[in-house]
Structures are given as C-alpha cells and as structure tokens.
C-alpha cells in the first residue's frame, strides 16, 4: 500500500519559516519524481517545488528565492524548506509521487498570518 504522510505544517506569522516533510511508503522512492503543491481556497492546485530522480530541482515562481525542495532517498522523505512566508503562502500543501502512477499525500494546512 502506498501512503505519502505530511508533516510539518501549522500556522506561522508573516516572514517566518516552516518545514514540511513527506514520509513515503510502498514505492521504490528513489525512482520517482517527487513534488509538492499546494492549494488556496478559491483557486487552483498549483505546482510549488518538483525534485527529480537526479535530485534537479524546479520552483513555481512565486517561491523561488524562498523555498527549497530537497529529498533524502535513504529515509524516503521529501522535504520542503519555507523562508520569508507571506500570508499568499496559505494553502493545503499536498506532497505528489510521480513514479509508473502519480501518488498523493492527504496534505497539510499552513497559514501565514499575523
């Protein structure tokens, strides 16, 4: 049985930091692309970070400079390191596996607020 379990999220105040760490289980986690993304209320699921197999990594616009995407293939964990949070930040963030067939993670609610 697959299972992506987040972690790490909770609220937090404007220019603050959080991690969000993705355990992943019943996969071959080396071989599959991992990511995060995130959803608001109202709006569309949107691509946040994407670390490859060779461990490249891609940024969504509206984060890079401030969030790095990182991944440890010993422990099956995928990391997401959030500095300088805005309150736009706020969403669901939801980990994604996309190895032979794409895998989600329940997600885990950050709120940026003051």
């Known amino acids: 049985q697959v299972q992506l379990a987040e972690s790490g999220g909770g609220p937090v105040q404007p220019g603050g930091s959080l991690r969000l760490s993705c355990s992943v289980s019943?996969?071959?986690?080396?071989?599959?692309?991992m990511g995060w993304y995130r959803q608001a209320p109202g709006k569309q699921r949107e691509n946040v970070a994407v670390?490859?197999?060779?461990?490249?990594?891609n940024y969504g616009d509206s984060v890079k400079g401030r969030f790095t995407i990182s991944r440890d293939n010993a422990k099956a964990v995928v990391y997401l390191d959030m500095n300088k949070l805005k309150p736009e930040d706020t969403a669901v963030y939801y980990c994604?596996?996309?190895?032979?067939?794409?895998?989600w993670g329940q997600g885990t609610q950050v709120t940026v607020s003051s």
């Open positions: 670390i490859s197999r060779d461990g490249s990594t």
């Open positions: 994604n596996a996309q190895c032979v067939t794409n895998y």
């Open positions: 019943g996969i071959i986690f080396s071989l599959c692309t």
